[in-house]
């Protein structure tokens, strides 16, 4: 995606009827932050943000860096154990929000006896699999059909970094350099680091090594990559400029 | 009831793991600030401080009032501080927390109960009118190490404020609008700045400056130290906490020293900047030169 | 009211007749109110103060003390104890009879420095979900205030019988130099009546039995740097000798009550270390 077909919209505004993708076989698929308004027949922004728009699927959105995360169904998000009550884990996505429900039970292999005890301040790794307005959104950690994790759990030692929501949904597509402009993670792996990363929808990016000497001072730059990345908005080519200075930090 | 995000417990062991092997998060040395930045208004008396993300508006005001009774010859002074939920939503208004009560009476005791500012001067008759000066503290955003940035800003700002020039004729005060006489600066006698340690290990044995909020969550100590730069002590505040070796403590004081220095000269750096850029045309030196004969 | 310094250089004896490294008389007692868990009274000159300890207990409606402490505070449930401080500072108590409201911020300040100072000491771990609260009620004031409040606070969680590392012990120490005069000659002082706090600079100091490591630090007079040292190692030699003296207080509680016989029967005097 080139910088010179970015659209930016604001509520109200009036999206040009040539940048609205016409589906051939089925309607057309709008996304977060758009509304369809019968009376006129058209498509208004409600959010400010950046307009994507996706012609061969159909479908538009309008990217926007909220300060507040709301739960989505499916979306994967790195909570805090609060603690546990019944036959749940309280567990906390972002400040100053209701906690999030996570049964005891929904972990892989779990069974009463085998399951994971969680402390309060444990962190997890979990799948939304209810999200209703004036409810507790309810998570999981283990895929229905499957019954297997998938990378989801606990997570174990390793450090989180806040980020932006837009930068967490970002690094979450499915090519990230690509969609979304971050190659800061590739990059990083490519000059040699091995690190693990677990990437949360509610702004939140857990990076993780095995426990040595020299791993801490690796996380500490991957999270400051990340950061820096996110809060100076940089391009890729700026992201590459960052990564080698911060290589050479780490020889030192 | 909004609630705060505690740290998870895989932060606070890796914030100590990281900090047993010399490092912090941003990458810092454990005796370094943020870079500090000091934006002066406009007006007179307003001043923007930021260490890093914490960020601090200070306000100075002031008005024509009756002294108290009990101190006739005592101008009014007062310090006041505001967190409001624009710093973060746990912040209520009109409901002091604990953050707030210790931060507004460090900087009570650091800067008025030192005499920073020479209250005496502010008293124009006896028992009848003086100045009562104001600084309003508005922490705009919280990310670690409020305490320093309030005072640095609460000093700055009073530096900078210029009151109205006043006279007495025959019992008649008059006060004198900026255009008839150039405003005149309080009589500032000493420049406090605090340093807060931030202590962390079992025995407290690792010792931070400028501690960030994430490191403030984990640390098992604090303690602030208020001084200037004649190397006198205003106030020393270790509140309770994790106890710490008494000869460490003095290392941090005669560290605390340094940056209070370095504070010192940086204040007075922006200040001169700043007058340097209000003094257009040579206008107010000639004006200056006019009150003094 | 001048204090009369000069005198002191020529005979190098206070206003009130002590030496340097003299403390005031230091009188206590524990276990002094029977419906409580842990009490104490104590006397540091002038200086009265009464505390009462209640719990570890379930944690009740909120009664307005300052929590703190490592890990402590949060309505939600914690995994250790909050302790809860309240000073109530009698009106009667100071020779100004002065109002002080529950909004006081030096209050307000007292009571979140005590809390937190006796929660790095106290075993707060073992008692998850729960309050200890701590009621200091002040009845004389004659300087050293924060130090009798902590002392006292000590004393009523000992006889409460809550575990702790070691003693949280506090004297104020200060120097006979003026702040704006350098003078290498000034002595240090210990342990000051409100008069000496008036005049001089001086700073309360809390260590943790009787090691050098300080937990509370409060100095609020202006002083030279140098003058530092030397006061607060006054300070750390003078909470030793409170130590001392609060230690004998509890062994001597503890030996009249076995002789009363309030420890269970079959055990004797002589099988219990105590001395």
């Given amino acids: 995606m080139a910088a010179t077909d970015r659209i930016i919209v604001l509520p109200g505004d009036t999206i040009d009827p040539a940048v609205i993708p016409t589906p051939r076989r089925n309607a057309i698929r709008l996304g977060p932050g758009l509304r369809h308004v019968q009376a006129t027949n058209s498509i208004v922004p409600t959010v400010a943000g950046q307009l994507i728009t996706d012609h061969g699927k159909g479908s538009m959105w309008v990217e926007s860096s909220t300060g507040h995360y709301i739960p989505a169904i499916s979306d994967l998000v790195i909570g805090q154990i609060t603690r546990s009550q019944g036959d749940y884990y309280l567990v906390n996505l972002s400040p100053y929000t209701p906690n999030a429900t996570l049964p005891h039970l929904s972990f892989e292999a779990a069974t009463k006896k085998t399951r994971p005890q969680l402390n309060p301040g444990a962190l997890v790794y979990a799948r939304v699999t209810l999200a209703n307005r004036h409810m507790d959104p309810e998570l999981e950690c283990v895929s229905q059909t499957t019954g297997k994790g998938d990378g989801l759990g606990p997570l174990t030692g390793g450090m989180v970094f806040d980020v932006s929501l837009g930068m967490a949904r970002r690094l979450l597509l499915s090519k990230p350099r690509e969609y979304g402009g971050v190659a800061v993670l590739e990059l990083l792996a490519d000059e040699g680091l091995a690190f693990e990363t677990a990437v949360g929808r509610n702004g939140k990016v857990w990076v993780g090594s095995d426990k040595s000497e020299a791993n801490t001072r690796m996380v500490i730059a991957v999270g400051r990559a990340l950061r820096e990345t996110d809060e100076r908005g940089l391009d890729v080519e700026a992201q590459k400029k960052l990564v080698r200075r911060i290589m050479k930090e780490l020889s030192r | 009831m909004p609630r705060e995000a505690e740290p998870s417990l895989n932060e606070r062991q890796f914030v100590l793991q990281a900090l047993r092997e010399n490092l912090r998060l941003d990458g810092r040395p454990f005796d370094k600030y943020r870079p500090v930045e000091l934006i002066f208004g406009e007006q007179y008396g307003v001043v923007e401080v930021s260490f890093g993300k914490t960020k601090i508006l200070a306000k100075t005001s002031a008005e024509l009032t009756v002294p108290y009774v009990d101190r006739p010859l005592d101008g009014i002074f007062t310090i006041a501080t505001e967190l409001s939920p624009m710093t973060a939503p746990s912040f209520e208004v009109n409901r002091p927390t604990e953050t707030e009560v210790l931060l507004s009476r460090l900087l009570e005791k650091t800067v008025r109960r030192s005499g920073a500012l020479d209250t005496e001067s502010l008293c124009l008759v006896a028992g009848q009118k003086c100045w009562s000066v104001r600084v309003d503290v508005h922490v705009l955003s919280h990310d670690g190490d409020l305490t320093d940035a309030a005072c640095l800003a609460v000093v700055a700002a009073l530096r900078h404020f210029r009151k109205p020039d006043t006279s007495i004729e025959g019992g008649l005060l008059t006060v004198y609008t900026p255009a008839e006489r150039e405003p005149v600066p309080l009589s500032w006698l000493h420049s406090p700045f605090c340093v807060t340690w931030s202590f962390y290990g079992d025995q407290g044995e690792m010792a931070l400056l400028d501690a960030t909020l994430s490191e403030e969550h984990v640390r098992v100590g604090s303690c602030t130290i208020s001084m200037n730069r004649h190397g006198e002590i205003c106030q020393i505040a270790k509140l309770g906490g994790t106890p710490v070796d008494a000869v460490a403590l003095l290392q941090c004081t005669n560290v605390a020293l340094v940056k209070v220095k370095d504070f010192s000269a940086f204040l007075d750096r922006k200040l001169a900047e700043d007058a340097k850029r209000r003094d257009k045309g040579g206008l107010m030196a000639e004006l200056s030169a006019e009150n003094d004969r | ?275």
């Fill in chain 3, 1 to 275: 009211m001048p204090l009369d310094t000069s005198a002191y250089s020529l005979a190098l004896l206070r206003v009130d007749g002590r030496r340097w490294n003299e403390l005031r008389r230091i009188h206590a007692q524990i276990r002094t109110q029977a419906a409580a868990d842990g009490s104490s009274y104590l006397e540091m000159g002038h200086t009265k103060v009464m505390c009462v300890v209640t719990g570890p207990s379930e944690p009740g409606p909120k009664r307005g003390g300052m929590t703190g402490g490592v890990g402590g505070g949060g309505g939600e449930r914690s995994s250790t104890a909050d302790v809860s401080v309240s000073v109530v500072i009698a009106g009667f108590s100071s020779v100004d009879r002065k109002r002080r409201g529950r909004g006081d911020k030096r209050t307000l300040e007292l009571q979140s420095t005590i809390s937190s100072a006796l929660a790095a000491s106290l075993h707060t771990h073992l008692h998850p979900n729960s309050t200890i609260a701590i009621s200091l009620h002040v009845l004389s004031q004659d300087g050293s205030l924060l130090a009798a409040l902590i002392n006292a606070a000590t004393l009523a969680c000992i006889d409460a019988g809550i575990p702790m590392t070691d003693y949280v012990v506090a004297c104020t120490a200060g120097s006979t130099s003026t702040y704006a005069a350098n003078d290498e000659g000034a002595d240090p002082l210990l342990d000051m009546n409100h008069q000496e706090e008036q005049e001089l600079p001086s700073l309360t100091v809390a260590t943790l039995g009787s090691s050098d490591r300080v937990a509370v630090l409060v100095c609020e007079s202006r002083v030279q740097v140098s003058r530092l040292e030397g006061m607060l190692a006054v300070g750390v030699d003078g909470c030793k000798q409170v130590r001392e003296i609060l230690d004998r207080v509890v062994r001597e509680k503890g030996r009249r009550m076995i002789q009363e016989g309030t420890i269970e029967k079959g055990m004797s005097l002589d099988d219990m270390d105590i001395d």
